[in-house]
Structure formats: structure tokens, C-alpha cells
């Protein structure tokens, strides 16, 4: 029997990934809840390469509970990137930076003290990846979105799916109020379970993203990714927000 059924494709097998960006990814290794070791990294950004992924964000948290510091995660990827020099079969790298909404985020927006995730994207630049709890947002949620924006700053919600607490009406006025939202493509996969899958392929279908990334966080976690079962009706919603930029 085959694994997939003609209505079904896999992420490596639908063309999606050829030249595309990941937004997300926890690959820096050693500073967060993802990747520990170089030698992991090194072949999970081959594999992305492999895949066709052409430019990869490394995004490692920062948050009360994860004290990174924009100075030293700079010098974390500055490592990675002497590191990388001379091995062929890498994607472009790029740093930035999955910011919880919380006071961490606050005082950093204050001082200005914070890792834009695209300055190379057109109309976009100083972009940040900024996510909340899953389970409840934070005090003035749209108060601290809308600072954001005063300070120059463009926010993208990372992985909206996965906050069961929001309302369709709150993602229509996150688009409305200037916030980019940031599918996670594990979601449309099911890795975080049926409620998220169903969430996700709903705003996909409504055209509700603006980026995709694969929130990576362990080799085996993206090999998983590139050979789960996503439904072939989606690529053609998957493909503009994927293509190059």
C-alpha cells in the first residue's frame, strides 16, 4: 500500500521548498530549547539545502524563562557563520530573534535593544518575530503590538495557530493593525494535534499568512517535517507565501 493518497503530498516531494525562506527555526546551537550541538546543526542546514530551502533565519528565544541577549546571540551566530564558511551545501543564514511578548520584550523595545529578522525584505524592514503564551495572552496584548509599531518596528506573530485563546476576529484585527502572521508548517502537518491542523489550514485557505517557517528545533523534527502528509489542496495556498523574497 502506499503511504500517501493521490489527494495527500509531502513537503519534500510538492516543489514548495525550492528556493524558499525559513522564517522560524531554534538551529543556533546551544542557546535555547532547540539544536545543542554544531555538528547537528551542520546537517540539519544541509538537509534544508538538500530540500531546496535556499535562506534560513535562526530565531532562538528570548524570555524571562530563556535570558538570551541580543549582543551575545550575535556573537553565537557570528561563531556559526566562521564556522560555516567553507562548507559547501548551506542555505544562506540569517539571524533573528522569537521574542515573547512579555517584559524582557518591553524593556528590550525600549532600548531599542532587539534582533530585526528581515532587514534585507523589501517594505519590510526591522521586522520582528514576536509570539505570546499558547494558552493566554499577556497583559495589553494590542497596547505592546502597537508600541511596537510606533518604534519603527513591523511585528510577526509567530505560529498564530497554536494560540487557542484567540477568536477569528482577533486574528482580522492583528492583520488590520499591521501584525504579519507567521504560519508554522508543522501545523498543517498535525504535529501539534487536530485543533491546530484544522486553525491553521482554515487562515491558510483565508489567506491570512504572510510567512511560512518550520519552527525547527532537532535534525529529527525536520526530516519528520519534510515526510509528513500535507493535503495536496493546500500548495497552491502554501506557494505565494514560500516563493523566494
Not at 484567540?166 to 498535525?190: C, F, H, K, W
Not at 486553525?199 to 523534527?221: E, N
Request: glycine fraction near 6%.
Amino acid at each position: 500500500m502506499w503511504p500517501f493518497s493521490p489527494s495527500t503530498t509531502t513537503l519534500a516531494c510538492s516543489g514548495l521548498l525550492e528556493g524558499a525562506t525559513d522564517w522560524h527555526s531554534h538551529i543556533l546551537p546551544g542557546v535555547d530549547d532547540g539544536i545543542k550541538t554544531i555538528d547537528e546543526t551542520f546537517d540539519t542546514l544541509r538537509t534544508m539545502k538538500e530540500a531546496g530551502v535556499a535562506r534560513v533565519y535562526l530565531t532562538p528565544h528570548i524570555m524571562e524563562d530563556v535570558p538570551n541577549t541580543p549582543c551575545a546571540l550575535r556573537q553565537h551566530f557570528e561563531r556559526l557563520c566562521e564556522s560555516t564558511a567553507d562548507v559547501a551545501d548551506m542555505p544562506e543564514l540569517a539571524l533573528g530573534a522569537e521574542n515573547m511578548l512579555d517584559t524582557v520584550f518591553s524593556g528590550r523595545l525600549t532600548e531599542r535593544d532587539l534582533i530585526p529578522i528581515s532587514a534585507r525584505t523589501p517594505g519590510h524592514a526591522d521586522t520582528l518575530l514576536v509570539e505570546t503564551s499558547f494558552a493566554n495572552p499577556p497583559m495589553g496584548l494590542y497596547e505592546i503590538l502597537s508600541d511596537t509599531l510606533k518604534a519603527g518596528y513591523f511585528p510577526m506573530l509567530a505560529h498564530p495557530e497554536r494560540y487557542l485563546y484567540m477568536s477569528e476576529s482577533d486574528y482580522t484585527r492583528l492583520r488590520r493593525e499591521g501584525v504579519m502572521l507567521q504560519l508554522n508548517l508543522p501545523s498543517i502537518a498535525g504535529f501539534y494535534g487536530p485543533q491546530v491542523k484544522q486553525r491553521a489550514i482554515h487562515l491558510l485557505k483565508k489567506g491570512m499568512y504572510d510567512f511560512t517557517g518550520s519552527d525547527t528545533h532537532s535534525l529529527k523534527w525536520y526530516r519528520r517535517l519534510l515526510e509528513a502528509p500535507i493535503p495536496r489542496s493546500l500548495v497552491k495556498h502554501l506557494a505565494p507565501i514560500m516563493s523566494p523574497r
